[in-house]
Nanobody
Framework: VQLVESGGGLAQPGGSLRLSCAAS????????MGWFRQAPGREREFVAT????????YYADSVKGRFTISRDNAKNTLYLQMSSLKPEDTALYYC?????????????????WGQGTQVTVSS
């Protein structure tokens, strides 16, 4: 299993970024996927999750209405569209593969992780 995140960078408050996660080494369309983030000095936290056929999506309250998770099973790629960014969104963002096909909100429900992509929101 390999998960490679990209798309992070520096954004201004109110700006947007789109993260991508390229997956390989497993049948991507059979698994739920998720995004987590970790800010300096804080624990890793749930951001968003999507089920295997994108029928179920869930978001952390802190990003609901601003972030959108999606997937392209033909391209084996997971996305996170981030809008109306805030300084508190600054963190290392991780892509993760769930243990089964459903969407999942806790770290224990995931068994593979990417290396992360840094998002910094600052003026």
């Amino acid at each position: 299993v390999q998960l490679v995140e990209s798309g992070g960078g520096l954004a201004q408050p109110g700006g947007s970024l789109r993260l991508s996660c390229a997956a390989s080494g497993f049948t991507f369309s059979n698994y739920g996927m998720g995004w987590f983030r970790q800010a300096p000095g804080r624990e890793r936290e749930f951001v968003a999750t999507i089920s295997w056929r994108a029928g179920g999506t869930y978001y952390a309250d802190s990003v609901k209405g601003r972030f959108t998770i999606s997937r392209d099973n033909a391209k084996n790629t997971l996305y996170l569209q981030m809008s109306s960014l805030k300084p508190e969104d600054t963190a290392l963002y991780y892509c993760a593969k769930a243990r089964n096909e459903i969407s999942a909100k806790t770290m224990e429900e995931y068994n593979s992780w990417g290396q992360g992509t840094q998002v910094t929101v600052s003026s």
